[in-house]
């Protein structure tokens, strides 16, 4: 599974996969929530894995996408 993390840098958010040196998706001008909706919309389909950090650079939550794919076995 492919790891995606959505980050803050400066006033925009990026999105951009674990390891790489390019970022995947530019979400400049959004707020965090569209960020995380335009995420959600490019990984749909793609069996990934995208962590979404806070201001602070820390992980805040962490979705698969699909979400068949989750391996948590938890509701919510």
Do not use: C
């Not at 929530?33 to 990934?48: C, D």
């Amino acid at each position: 599974m492919k790891n995606y993390h959505l980050t803050k840098h400066g006033d925009d958010w990026r999105l951009a996969k674990e390891g790489a040196s390019r970022v995947s998706l530019d979400l400049s001008g959004l707020n965090k929530v569209q960020a995380t909706q335009q995420s959600a919309q490019f990984l749909t389909g793609t069996g990934s894995s995208l962590k979404i950090h806070n201001v602070n650079g820390r992980i805040q939550e962490e979705r698969t996408y699909p979400k068949s794919m989750d391996p948590k076995k938890s509701k919510g």
